[in-house]
């Protein structure tokens, strides 16, 4: 899942940074986020001799340090303290201090979200306090009690816009479901006493009572507590919804809280302890999002994370199978997908564990001699290019420095550590991947991988954009028989498809990947090889813990795993050297190559994994904090804390025996003197960085610094990859919509409406937009009517009513609303203009 915490803990050589100085931005008419519209052309960079030679990163050291303070980060770069910030500006002030400066620059993203999680549990929490929001038909009123506008354009000073629904505003599925989406919007508009009466008819129903206008439950006031995160805006979203809940009659407790301290109370304690019941969230998507299906499940049910607020919850029936569904890909075409996603948006908002609140525009700051790959939706935060595009712009080399809102906010370990999106971002330097997502489109490109094949049934709603992926359907595909699919924990193998006596079993894909080479020659930063005993303990560790006799057993990874184990149709590894792996799967997505990136490996170096497989078995360490919660062990951290000194005695354990995980399925793979090479190595390390992080990526961890709030990476000189290899730049246009038309429409007149499509001038060409789409709404916000735009060449296009049509308008106030879709970029674009329809002028004389 691609979609990082960032309120406290949910793709060949392409793309660098745009610069933030884009003019035709203010011009927008219909908000910066709607009027998106990118179309990457690749780039090849100027050869720089300084590169001649070098691998791995750009620079040779960056700093990581906490700054909490947005409103000194311009002064900051200005200086010279930092060179760039991981936290996304959203105060108007600060923005302009970016602009204005000759020594900063920024980049604008869009992928930001804020909203309020509720706590679920209850009527009553373990000590018999009450939870209002423990009911749905609460939560869903909450919708009504806020007014988004007011924080959209008071609190975030126009560098947000108000946002209803689970899926977001400036996502192709808001397009593709633009007249369900906006008919939902309109039920759940701002209407307090429609609101106020729901809250008071449910809290008598619960046994509360009014007493001197503050409600009381067995006696005594019903006091909320919020966490409010005070490092950003979100302390005013705070304080703003408190003030509506007093209103209502609630006493609060409002628990002002950074980052780490916010973490601790709402994600590592069990929400039945009652700690807290109501949170002011953000997330960022760290890529371009051309497939929003899977977000119900992600927010709303146990599946989305191992958490143990997400083991709480517990959705409608419906609603679970309906969420579960889109993520799997579990539609026969795209008009069912439609009903499901239409669908699955009214159950979330009846739900309402989260209340939605806005979407962001998020300024990137950085100093104007820096240049790095931004991800239009996360940002350079998000970016999964970020670490191998970073530089200054006159040199090669050097000292980067970098503010973060919060360094080392949760414990690091790659199997269920941190979400938090600072630590991921520092996470993305020191490890590699087989696929990368495209900055501007979201569609994943190859690192890794070389090449790979789909076979999909004939029928499955499925594209491909990109060469590196070849696309082919069949009437069926048989798993063969001596694909893994199980596992046996007892023996510590995996099993066959023969061996489980499923003969014959039928996959709705085929994958075949063909990974680089090179795969199995890259060096972890200790200095071991990455091999295939990397990628078999990654898989059967995830196997094992949702195996009840296991030791790693972890009831909050079954629900997870679960969703995985109803698509998984088996692995078939074809050949070792190079490594080419076949997946057989019922998952899909609408992009091939977003299929592909669900279906590579993951490697986890064994001898650091095996070091916490032990600690957990002996009741230690655990790799989850609900586990952690459940053992009263400790969150694992290869970085900091506790954990070091276990894990200590368990490298001398392992070093003793000669100690390996999984010994009959890795064995095999481990020959000669590979099992004490690997200890020594990550004995070495340990003893010179004073920590267990090691990764494959373009960085490697040198040193932490927890107290200090502080972490330095260095440039790792053997990785594989030459340092250029990404440094192709891509402007992503950002184009104008202009819709004119008259403003006043008589009855018997038709009404004529034209949308010029330009950027920086120039029109934009019919070829390049995939749809042109139209929503007629009356004055009640009532959707009327919807259709096609009609191109008139030029880049205009036009939407005309007849005399009929209008007069069924009736009288009044109505808006006429256009969506664009570009076939280059994952990001719709949007324009509306208000008319009102008056009586004929012939009456009116």
């Not at 301290?261 to 953000?282: K, L, N």
């Not at 190079?578 to 997946?583: C, G, N, R």
Request: hydrophobic content about 45%; aromatic content about 8%; glycine content about 8%.
């Amino acid at each position: 899942m691609l979609l990082m915490n960032v309120c406290g803990t949910m793709s060949g050589p392409i793309l660098g940074a745009a610069s933030g100085r884009l003019p035709p931005m203010r011009r927008v008419k219909a908000g910066i986020a709607g009027l998106l519209m990118l179309v990457p052309i690749q780039a090849q960079a100027d050869a720089d001799p300084d590169l001649a030679g070098r691998r791995g990163g750009l620079v040779d050291e960056i700093i990581f340090a906490t700054e909490t303070d947005t409103a000194r980060l311009s002064g900051l770069i200005a200086d010279g303290a930092f060179h760039l910030t991981a936290q996304g500006v959203t105060d108007q002030s600060v923005f302009q201090r970016i602009r204005d400066s000759e020594l900063a620059d920024y980049d604008l993203s869009f992928g930001g979200s804020v909203e309020l999680t509720l706590n679920p549990v209850g009527p009553t929490f373990e000590d018999g306090t009450l939870n209002p929001f423990s009911v749905p038909a609460i939560r869903e009123a909450m919708n009504q009690l806020i007014d988004r506008r007011f924080i959209a354009e008071e609190i975030y000073g126009g560098l947000a816009r108000p946002r209803t629904l689970p899926i977001g505003t400036a996502v192709p599925d808001f397009a593709r479901l633009a007249a369900e989406a906006r008919a939902i919007e309109l039920r759940y508009r701002h209407d307090p006493p429609r609101a106020l009466a729901v809250i008071e008819a449910e809290m008598e129903a619960l046994g509360a009572e009014r007493q001197g206008g503050i409600w009381h439950f067995e006696g005594r006031p019903v006091t909320l507590r919020l966490v409010i995160r005070s490092d950003d805006a979100r302390r005013q979203v705070g304080d703003y919804v408190a003030n509506l809940l007093e209103g209502a009659g609630f006493q609060t407790e409002r628990l002002y809280r950074g980052p780490e301290e916010a973490s601790r109370i709402w994600i590592a304690s069990d929400p039945a302890a009652g700690q807290w019941h109501m949170v002011t969230g953000a997330w960022v998507s760290t890529l371009v999002r051309r497939d929003s299906a899977s977000d119900f499940d992600f927010y709303y049910t146990p599946r989305g994370r191992p958490d143990p607020l997400w083991q709480a919850y517990a959705p409608d029936p419906e609603f679970d199978r309906i969420a579960a569904r889109l993520n799997e890909g579990d539609f026969a075409d795209l008009e069912e997908r439609a009903g499901l996603m239409a669908r699955a948006i009214e159950l979330a908002m009846q739900d309402s564990a989260r209340i939605w609140l806005v979407d962001q525009s998020q300024i990137g700051p950085r100093a104007a001699d820096v240049q790095v790959a931004f991800d239009l939706a996360g940002g350079v935060r998000g970016s999964q290019l970020w670490p191998l595009t970073l530089r200054f712009a006159d040199r090669v080399g050097g000292q980067m420095r970098v503010a973060a809102p919060s360094v080392l906010t949760e414990p690091w370990n790659p199997v269920a550590g941190t979400n938090w999106l600072f630590d991921r971002m520092v996470q993305r330097a020191i490890s590699d991947a087989s696929v990368l997502p495209d900055p501007f489109t979201g569609l994943h490109r190859p690192q890794r991988l070389d090449r790979a094949e789909l076979t999909v049934r004939t029928g499955t709603p499925v594209s491909v954009t990109l060469p590196w992926v070849t696309l082919d359907e069949a009437d069926g595909i048989i798993v063969p028989d001596d694909a893994w699919i199980a596992w046996d924990e007892g023996e510590g193998r995996f099993l066959t498809v023969a061996e489980t006596g499923q003969h014959g079993l039928e996959a709705r894909t085929r994958a075949v990947l063909h990974y680089r080479p090179d795969f199995f020659a890259r060096p972890w930063h200790d200095g071991s090889t990455v091999s295939l005993a990397d990628v078999l303990v990654s898989w059967a560790l995830s196997f094992s813990r949702a195996d009840p006799d296991s030791p790693h057993f972890d009831p909050s990874h079954v629900p997870g795993f679960e969703v995985f184990e109803r698509q998984f149709r088996g692995w078939r590894i074809l050949s070792e050297d190079p490594f080419v792996l076949e997946v057989y799967s019922d998952q899909i997505s609408l992009d091939a190559e977003t299929m592909i990136s669900q279906r590579v490996v993951s490697v986890l170096p064994w001898h650091v994994i095996g070091l916490a497989m032990l600690a957990e078995a002996q009741g230690e360490l655990a790799f989850s904090s609900a586990r952690a919660d459940r053992l009263d062990a400790e969150w694992l951290s290869l970085v900091a804390g506790p954990s070091l000194p276990i894990l200590d005695r368990k490298l001398d354990q392992a070093r003793a025996a000669g100690t390996i995980p999984f010994p009959a399925l890795l064995g095999p793979h481990l020959a000669g003197d590979a099992i004490a090479i690997r200890h020594d190595n990550i004995a070495a390390w340990r003893a010179a960085r004073r920590h267990f992080q090691i990764g494959e990526g373009p960085y490697y961890l040198h040193s932490v610094h927890p107290i200090e709030g502080a972490l330095v990476l260095r440039h790792f000189p053997d990785f594989p990859d030459p340092s250029d290899r990404w440094l192709g730049f891509a402007d992503p246009p950002i184009p104008v919509l202009d819709l004119d038309g008259p403003l006043i429409v008589a009855r018997g007149e038709d009404a004529r409406f034209t949308i010029a499509a330009t950027f920086a001038g120039a029109p934009v060409e019919a070829a390049d937009i995939e749809t042109a789409r139209f929503l007629l709404f009356n004055g009640d916000g009532a959707l009327v009517e919807e259709g096609e735009a009609t191109e008139l060449g030029g880049g205009n296009w036009e939407v005309a009513f007849d005399p009929g049509r209008i007069a069924a308008l009736g009288m009044g106030p109505n808006s006429l609303e256009v969506v664009f879709t570009s076939r280059h970029v994952a990001m719709p674009v949007f324009a509306s203009q208000p008319f009102a329809t008056v009586p004929s002028r012939t009456a009116e004389w």
